[in-house]
């Protein structure tokens, strides 16, 4: 067979003839290649059709594209297509479908036959540019329809493909020379706006192909091309233009463009300047982050610029060669050496474009025109160089894709250069060998597509089995259920009728797995199979070969999450008592049925500390392996045996994605028998024996041992859930080590989270200020220690994490941070650090709400912001107590001779008084009832060592005779030097005394010693609250107020009663009475004076201690109105609760704090900037219930 074109009547016949045959033979390919596999096998092709067909239906099924991103954005979790993909193909094949009237589903199985058909005809048209030849141009097509890589892609019903279509038309009425520019101008716009919003891939490919183009043009023939110079101003202008008006699609671009700086690297480092990637960044960072039209601009000015320079160059070049170099014509640019040093992952290249076609289109690229020959070398260094850069096996192929531009057309030049050789050959062998050669060349132009989609195509689109297990599941149930199908995807969607499972990445996605892996391959698996049908509402779970090798591929997430098992061989789907298998085919195709799980639900609850909120309170059930607790604002998932956070974001976002976030903690003693030993542990490391789960309330309870067994402390960890943010509190008590000596245990908690990227990082001090920090990546941790802050809000500027902390406890006191170097996370810690001695504890509570800062703060606040005040009538209580070292005369002398000037100064007094001493000695009878109070002293320790517990129980018994000292009853203890240990809270644990003056705590230091050092509390023991309650006494210890540092201790008081009535904190000061006489009793009323200019109250110790174990027996209900607030409480003591008071945080009122209160007594109102503290008080009878409401005074009659 000759392939020729010539001029006379009877060549053009036998032309007309050829062109017929050749006709039929790509009729022939497209009809057993492409049309014979649909029709027979009637199924679409491909891994990711599916998900394509899920989003063109999606399309369909909606009326604007604003409701299809909607639907997408709360209904679907998969990110790696969907919301952000760019949607040209789904929407063409929706309007398709609406148009035509056929099942949007069906869209991809004619669809792509009808693409591979347009495609024919417009390569024909293309490729007759490139070769000037009807019978090269029809080669083309066979050689097009033939290239193993196409044809294993066209018959697939993805984007590259409908975005090939553009492709070629833009190619082509750039290339077409008789096509005027005012139609060319509009139809490229018009081409380039569909394929920007079709793929990705593409446009960026045809943008770096244009700017090769241009180049190599003006470089190797010294023209300047216009109309591919237009079209790369259009792809530049369009793409900014587009990303304004779709942003949803902008995600694609910025992150498929980083190859610009990639190749901008590995320019600089080949060169050794940074000159090509900062120019790089520039165009990255300019035109496709920041989406700037006048960049766009710009840099098609500086391409211009270039190409005009390089012709100029060129030109006085060539005048300044030889004659007979200038004679040799122009040269063509040589782009075979750039090939030679090509990585591993495209030396395949050939086998993927055709080793036929490689052959072929060496001898054709001579054959070409000239915009045929720059196309084939700008093709060859755009599409290899690049995926030799940057890309592995996998990003090379999908580069290779693009070469189907010009490799047919080259391939079919160099079939016609064979052919005028075998025609021009003087031996019939070699006649005959190259006659062969052309047949063989047809047979492989009709076997590889017939063979390729007939065979390799149907598997990767799922087995037949398969298929037919998911027609049969959607047979059953209804298609609001969802299917657990590992690997399976979308292909669930269409064939089962129902909807796949999808997980977000990050910790959902391997809390998922676990639960997964647990479900398959544990011989327990009932609770994971809880978990698959509570969190990510599994109905049905697929098993089938393809699921076991998808889990067993699936190591390294049980590798990082250190489970505790291998995977067996043996699947414990059938005995799972949780599962009920409802088909089964030869294949091992098998679908189970989850039953149902029976979980405990409560919606009403009362919440710690008797605080109720008038909202239904979040539920907390029981999900198989976690609770999973959700409201309109979050969702969490906490491990059932361990207080480890699994997933913790909202419906739309996954807050760690593959990071963490947790608390862990360390520990040592000072003194006693474990003095220097130092322990630091995970909270999610530890058993947990006790975990409870009371109405919102969820409890983890823990003993902390040493190696020996030994109990060292008790560990709570206690959330409360509500409605719009989250309540942990953290208790590390120093509270079963029983020792004879001093044991003070050295405490330091961090919270600490590693999560996508949070940048920012603003914290407010405990006065107000306000401070923002930025996380750069960097190897190096920034630590900020000397800080004491009460808020912290982790955020991007948009959203965060915004933690409040309770006045109450100690404030963290240090900060780090650290943005990674290689991922788009970031590392932030916060701290605190506290001695804690016998009894007493370290205790941290946050609050935590996630969202933008203002409604983060505004979450938190509605359950913070209110409190139980813990003293009686709003005050701030000054306790001024003491005791006598000494026993002698003299001291009960001058200790009379005190009690009078005290009492005669109105000054409320509290004294310890020990068993040897009556009050008879003091003659003071008539006075304890006034404002003398008297508590027991006992010396407890001597030396620094504890009496053992017989000798401790015996001076204890005798305080709380049935008469006390002196015949007064005694309910308070002030121990020797205010020491005490294990054993004297054991011994007082249930007795008639209910409280102790103690422990001692330090002054006021900048910002240590401030909050949570001086609050009233319940002293622990041995994992739970006692019924003992702590005062702590401010040091200094009054013993001396005259003379030498007399001074030092009025201003060490003075600090402490400025810090605590700033805070409302209680302080007690302890003061010898023997010693206050003559100057020093004037001491004593300058601080009692003082305290009281600065709002503080002079108080009994037994007044405080009382009221505050009242307040355990009062029921608090809050209702937030629209103006104000309104608060209901009922008291269940036996006894009438006088001054019963509660504090408010709520907004400032136009810069002030202009609150009135009705029901209760508006005590007082102090402005915190923004915030305003409201303290009201009232009496609440035995039985009683009342409620008052708090608002702005101009609107408080509003409030109901």
Not at 88 to 101: D, N, S
Not at 450 to 466: H, K, M
Not at 770 to 797: A, C, H, V
């Amino acid at each position: 067979m000759m392939i020729e074109e010539v001029g006379s009547a009877g060549g053009k016949d036998h032309s007309s003839s050829v062109n017929k045959l050749l006709l039929v033979l790509v009729a022939g390919i497209f009809i057993l290649g492409y049309l014979m596999p649909v029709i027979v096998q009637f199924r679409p092709y491909g891994t990711d059709v599916y998900s394509h067909m899920v989003y063109t239906k999606r399309i369909y099924d909606v009326d604007s594209l604003d409701a299809f991103y909607e639907s997408i954005r709360v209904e679907s979790k998969d990110e790696e297509l969907g919301y952000g993909y760019p949607f040209g193909l789904w929407f063409f094949g929706a309007v398709v479908a609406k148009v035509t009237g056929v099942d949007p589903y069906l869209t991809a199985y004619f669809l792509p036959v009808i693409i591979v058909f347009i495609l024919c005809i417009l390569y024909y048209s293309l490729a007759r540019i490139f070769l000037e030849s009807s019978h090269g141009a029809m080669i083309s097509v066979g050689f097009m329809l033939s290239m193993p890589v196409i044809s294993i892609t066209l018959l697939r019903y993805r984007t590259s493909v409908f975005a090939t279509l553009f492709l070629f038309l833009l190619l082509y009425i750039n290339q077409k020379a008789n096509i005027r520019l005012r139609k060319n101008i509009p139809l490229t716009i018009l081409f380039v706006f569909v394929l920007c919003v079709s793929h990705t891939g593409t446009y960026l490919f045809l943008i770096s192909f244009v700017i090769a183009y241009v180049f190599i043009k003006s470089f190797g023939w010294g023209l300047f091309q216009r109309r591919m110079y237009s079209l790369l101003t259009i792809l530049l202008v369009v793409y900014a233009v587009t990303m304004w008006y779709f942003p949803n699609i902008h995600l694609q671009y910025t992150t498929k463009a980083t190859f610009f700086q990639r190749i901008g690297k590995s320019v600089s480092k080949s060169i050794g300047m940074n000159y090509p990637l900062d120019l790089a960044d520039i165009i990255y960072n300019e035109l496709f982050v920041n989406k700037n039209i006048m960049h766009a601009i710009m840099w098609a000015t500086l391409v211009y610029a270039i190409t005009k320079l390089i012709i100029f160059t060129r030109e006085r070049a060539l005048k300044a060669l030889s004659d007979r170099i200038q004679a040799r014509g122009k040269p063509t640019a040589a782009a075979l050496p750039f090939i030679g040093e090509l990585s591993h992952a495209v030396t395949s290249t050939p086998l993927w474009i055709g080793p036929v076609h490689t052959l072929l289109a060496i001898p054709g690229y001579f054959r070409m025109t000239v915009k045929g020959k720059c196309m084939l070398l700008t093709a060859l260094i755009v599409t290899l160089i690049p995926a030799t850069v940057y890309s592995g096996p996998t990003g090379a192929l999908r580069e290779i894709y693009y070469l189907i531009i010009i490799i047919p057309a080259a391939a079919a030049g160099g079939l016609l250069y064979l052919m005028d050789r075998r025609r021009m050959a003087a031996s019939m062998l070699v006649s005959h060998l190259a006659g062969l050669m052309v047949v063989g060349v047809f047979i492989a132009l009709i076997l590889t597509p017939v063979i390729g989609n007939f065979y390799y195509l149907p598997p990767t689109s799922g087995a037949e089995y398969e298929v037919r297990g998911m027609r049969w599941l959607s047979s059953v149930g209804n298609p609001d259920e969802k299917v657990v199908g590992y690997g399976y995807k979308h292909m669930i969607d269409v064939y089962a009728n129902k909807s796949n499972v999808r997980t977000r990445h990050g910790t959902d996605t391997i809390s998922f797995l676990q639960n997964l892996l647990n479900t398959f391959f544990s011989e327990s698996g009932e609770a994971y199979v809880d978990g698959l049908y509570y969190i990510y509402e599994g109905d049905y779970i697929i098993s089938s070969d393809k699921v076991l090798k998808n889990l067993r591929y699936a190591d390294w997430i049980r590798a990082r999450k250190e489970l505790e098992y291998n995977v067996p061989d043996e699947v414990f789907l059938d005995s799972n008592n949780k599962l009920d298998l409802i088909y089964s085919s030869k294949d091992g195709f098998s679908v189970y049925m989850n039953i149902p799980p029976v979980f405990e639900t409560v919606s009403v609850s009362n919440v710690s500390r008797q605080m109720s909120f008038d909202e239904e309170s979040p539920v907390i059930k029981d999900a198989g392996v976690v609770f999973s607790i959700e409201t309109d604002t979050y969702r969490i998932h906490l491990d059932k045996k361990k207080p480890q956070i699994a997933f913790i974001g909202t419906e739309d976002e996954d807050f760690l994605e593959e990071g963490y976030m947790g608390d862990h903690f360390s520990f040592g003693f000072l003194g006693g028998p474990y003095h220097g030993t130092q322990n630091s542990l995970y909270l999610n490391q530890i058993k947990y024996p006790e975990v409870s789960v009371s109405d919102n309330v969820l409890q983890y309870k823990t003993v902390l041992k040493n190696d020996d067994g030994i109990e060292l402390a008790s560990l709570d960890v206690i959330y409360t859930f509500y409605q719009k943010a989250i309540r942990k509190e953290i208790v590390l008590a120093n509270d079963w080590i029983v020792h004879d000596r001093d044991h003070t245990m050295r405490a330091y908690l961090y919270n600490s989270h590693y999560s996508p990227m949070l940048p920012f990082i603003t914290y407010y001090s405990t006065d107000g200020q306000k401070m923002k920090k930025t996380i750069y990546p960097s190897d190096d941790t920034i630590k900020l220690d000397g800080l004491e802050f009460g808020r912290i809000y982790f955020n991007n500027n948009v959203t965060g994490v915004y933690y409040l902390y309770e006045d109450t406890n100690t404030y963290p006191n240090e900060l780090r941070y650290r943005g990674s170097a290689v991922y788009n996370y970031s590392y932030s810690s916060t701290g605190l650090m506290k001695l804690v001695g016998p009894s007493q504890s370290l205790r941290s509570v946050s609050y935590l709400s996630i969202g933008d800062e203002e409604r983060a703060l505004k979450n938190i606040l509605r359950y913070s912001g209110i409190s139980v005040y813990p003293f009686p009538d709003g005050m701030i209580p000054l306790v001024m107590a003491g005791y006598s070292p000494r026993k002698d005369n003299d001291s009960i002398k001058s200790r009379s001779l005190a009690y009078k000037g005290i009492l005669d100064n109105r000054i409320i007094f509290n004294d310890g008084l020990s068993t040897p001493i009556s009050i008879e000695d003091y003659g003071i009878e008539g006075l304890i009832q006034d404002r003398l109070h008297i508590l027991g002293h006992a010396q407890l320790s001597g030396r620094g060592v504890y009496e053992n517990r017989t000798s401790q129980a015996g001076r204890i018994r005798e305080l709380i005779d049935d008469e006390g000292p002196g015949g007064v009853p005694v309910r308070g203890l002030i121990p020797y030097s205010l020491d005490y240990n294990m054993d004297t809270i054991d011994l007082l644990d249930g007795s008639q005394i209910e409280y102790l003056l103690a422990p001692a705590t330090n002054v006021f230091y900048g910002p240590f010693y401030q909050s949570g050092f001086r609050d009233i509390g319940y002293a622990r023991l041995r994992g739970n609250e006692s019924s003992v309650l702590l005062l702590p006494v401010s040091v200094p210890l009054g013993h001396k107020l005259s003379g030498a540092g007399a001074d030092g201790f009025v201003w060490s008081w003075k600090s402490i009663i400025d810090a605590s009535s700033s805070r409302d904190d209680l302080s007690v000061m302890l003061i010898d009475p023997a010693l206050v006489l003559n100057q020093s009793f004037n001491v004593i009323t300058e601080i009692a004076d003082y305290a009281e200019g600065k709002g503080m109250t002079l108080a009994s110790a037994a007044d405080i201690a009382g009221h505050y174990r009242l307040l355990k027996g009062v029921d608090t209900s809050v209702s937030w109105k629209r103006n104000g607030v309104l608060v209901a409480m009922r008291n269940k003591n036996p006894v009438k609760v006088s001054g019963l008071s509660y504090s408010l945080i709520l907004p400032d009122v136009d810069g002030g704090c202009e609150y009135s209160a009705s029901g209760a007594h508006l005590i007082r109102s102090v402005r915190h900037p923004p915030e305003c503290e409201v303290v009201v008080a009232l009496d609440l009878a035995s039985g009683q219930e009342k409620e008052f409401v708090i608002a702005p005074t101009k609107l408080i009659s509003t409030v109901h």
